[in-house]
């Protein structure tokens, strides 16, 4: 997948993320996907676990995240800066800052991404 396509495919998924779109999140992601769980901590694997991490995320939180930029690392992954709002169910703010989300991709699809602070 070229650049742009690839920055397509990752602002296509935090868009998702915002709307709540699992359907759409999961087709992105390679069936033995490595996701961070950056809210109870460690890693999920899968797309059933990183979609039931979603879920019950969600079900407590209510997180905004948007990219502010992209860069191509030198080993190919996909640094995105993102501006991350975290409230909680009763519109309290818990999170407001930035972070560096990085993606490896393989065959146009996610197969990892680490949170960076």
């Given at each position: 997948m070229d650049p742009p396509g690839r920055l397509t495919l990752l602002t296509n998924l935090y868009a998702a993320f915002n709307r709540?779109?699992?359907?759409?999140?999961?087709a992105a992601m390679a069936p033995d996907v490595s996701w961070p769980n950056g809210w109870e901590g460690g890693v999920v694997h899968g797309r059933d676990e990183v979609g039931a991490y979603w879920r019950r995320q969600w079900e407590q939180l209510e997180p905004v995240v948007t990219p502010t930029a992209f860069r191509?690392?030198?080993?190919?992954?996909?640094?995105?800066?993102?501006?991350?709002?975290?409230?909680?169910?009763?519109?309290?703010?818990?999170?407001?800052?930035?972070?560096?989300h990085v993606y490896r991709l393989g065959d146009g699809l996610v197969t990892e991404m680490e949170i960076r602070e």
């Open positions: 709540r779109d699992v359907p759409t999140l999961l191509t690392e030198a080993d190919g992954r996909i640094a995105v800066t993102v501006h991350q709002v975290v409230h909680d169910k009763a519109g309290a703010k818990l999170a407001d800052h930035t972070v560096t």
